[in-house]
C-alpha cells in the first residue's frame, strides 16, 4: 500500500459544504417563512425539488464519514497509533460549544417568547412534545421517533446527535480493528444498515430517515471511500475518469432525487426500494467527493468559487443557526405590524434572501468571535502534522 497523501485538506470540499448546506435551506425557507401558493408550478417545484432539501443533510454524512475516517486512518499509518483521547477533545472542541448554545436557546430561551407569537406565526417553537434529555445528550433523533417534529431550532440538530453517535464508536474501531478488516466491516455495515431499513422500519419514513441505524449508510459509504483513497491504483483510475462520464454520472444522479418521492408508489414492493435507494446516492455523493478531490478531467472544480469556498467553513454554524434566523426575522416583522399571513411571492423572495445573508453574517460572527474561542485550543490535541 502507497503512503496515505500528505495533505489534511481537500479544497473542494469546502464548497461542496456549502452547496449542501443551501439546499437544506432552500427546503427550510420554503417551509418555515409561510410561504404558500396553490399555482400548480410552485406545487410542482416544493414537491419535486424543495422537498428534497434533507439530501444536503445526506451528502453532510457521506462527506463527514470519508473525512473522519481519512485522517483517523493518516494518524494510525503516520504515527502506528491514534490518540482516541485527543481525538475526542478536538470533537467536543468543535461541536459542543455551538451545539449547546443552540440547544439552551431553543429550550430555555425562545419558548419564554411564544406568549408574544401570533396564532398563525409559521414557525413551531413549543417544547410541550418534545424530551429535553434527548438533546442534553445527542439522542435528539430518538425524540423525533418518538415524540415526532414539534420545536424547529432544535430539530435541525438531530443530525449532529447522529454524527456524535458515530464518532462515539468509530474511532475506537479505527483504532484498534486491523486495517485488512476495516472494509469488510464498512460494507457489513451498510449491509446492516439495508437489513434494518427492510426488516425494522416497516416503512415508516421517520425510521428510514432519522433513525441512527438507518443513515448510518451514508457515513459508512464515506469511510468506504477514504479507505479507497489510501490505494494508489484507485485514484490513478479516478483521475483518468473522462469527463464525459462524469457528467453523465452527474446527470443520472441529480435526475433520480425527485423520483426517490414517490417510491411509496410502488406498493407491496416500496420498502425493498426504500431499503437500498440510501445506498444509491450515498454511492452518488461518494462519487462527487472522490471526483472533485481527485479527477483530472473535471467539467468544473468547485474551488473554482472563491466565495462559496471559503464561506464552507462556517456551514456548520450556518446550519444551527438559520432556523433561529428565520425565527428573528419573522419575530421582528411581527412586532413591526407585518401580516406574516398569506405573503406574496415577491415578499417570501425577499425574505428568504435576507435570511440567507443575515444567516452568513451570523455564522461568521459566532465563528470568530464565540467559536475561535475554542477552535484555538484544538491544536494542543492534535497528535500528527498533515
Known amino acids: 500500500m502507497k503512503p496515505l497523501s500528505t495533505t489534511n485538506y481537500f479544497p473542494n470540499l469546502d464548497g461542496l459544504r456549502f452547496f449542501a448546506f443551501f439546499v437544506v435551506f432552500i427546503n427550510h425557507a420554503s417551509i418555515c417563512l409561510g410561504y404558500y401558493s396553490p399555482n400548480k408550478n410552485f406545487v410542482f417545484i416544493r414537491d419535486n425539488f424543495l422537498k428534497n432539501g434533507d439530501i444536503g443533510v445526506s451528502f453532510f454524512f457521506v462527506l463527514s464519514g470519508f473525512l473522519i475516517t481519512y485522517l483517523l486512518l493518516k494518524e494510525k499509518e503516520t504515527l502506528g497509533k491514534i490518540n482516541i483521547k485527543h481525538f475526542y477533545i478536538r470533537r467536543v472542541l468543535r461541536i459542543f460549544p455551538l451545539y449547546y448554545f443552540v440547544v439552551v436557546l431553543g429550550l430555555y430561551v425562545i419558548p419564554m417568547l411564544n406568549n408574544h407569537l401570533p396564532i398563525n406565526f409559521p414557525m413551531n417553537t413549543s417544547i410541550t412534545h418534545l424530551n429535553p434529555y434527548y438533546y442534553l445528550t445527542f439522542t435528539g433523533n430518538f425524540d423525533y421517533l418518538k415524540n415526532g417534529i414539534s420545536n424547529v431550532f432544535l430539530g435541525v440538530l438531530w443530525s449532529v446527535s447522529v454524527e456524535e ?23 457489513f455495515i451498510i449491509i446492516g444498515s439495508i437489513g434494518f431499513r427492510y426488516f425494522y422500519s416497516d416503512g415508516k419514513a421517520m425510521i428510514l430517515k432519522f433513525h441512527s441505524l438507518s443513515v448510518v449508510t451514508y457515513l459508512a459509504m464515506g469511510a468506504v471511500i477514504a479507505h479507497l483513497s489510501t490505494k494508489e491504483k484507485i485514484i490513478s483510475k479516478i483521475k483518468t475518469i473522462p469527463k464525459y462520464l462524469i457528467v453523465i454520472i452527474y446527470i ?9 418521492l414517490y417510491t411509496w408508489k410502488l406498493g407491496v414492493h416500496y420498502i425493498l426500494v426504500a431499503s437500498f435507494i440510501p445506498v444509491f446516492f450515498a454511492a452518488f455523493f461518494a462519487f462527487i467527493i472522490m471526483e472533485q478531490n481527485f479527477a483530472a478531467h473535471s467539467f468544473y472544480k468547485i474551488s473554482g468559487f472563491k466565495f462559496i469556498s471559503s464561506m464552507g467553513k462556517y456551514t456548520y454554524g450556518m446550519y444551527c443557526y438559520h432556523m433561529m434566523v428565520f425565527f428573528g426575522i419573522l419575530f421582528g416583522l411581527h412586532l413591526l405590524g407585518v401580516n406574516l399571513y398569506g405573503m406574496s411571492k415577491f415578499a417570501f423572495v425577499s425574505l428568504a434572501i435576507t435570511s440567507f ?11 470568530h468571535y464565540f467559536e475561535m474561542l475554542f477552535l484555538k485550543l484544538k491544536g494542543r490535541f492534535s497528535s500528527f502534522e498533515g
Open 165 to 187: 453517535q458515530f464518532y462515539l464508536f468509530w474511532c475506537p474501531l479505527i483504532a484498534f480493528l486491523p486495517r485488512k478488516y476495516l472494509m469488510p466491516t464498512f460494507i
Open 252 to 260: 443520472i444522479g441529480i435526475v433520480s432525487i425527485p423520483f426517490r
Open 357 to 367: 445573508f443575515a444567516t452568513c453574517l451570523v455564522s461568521v460572527l459566532s465563528y
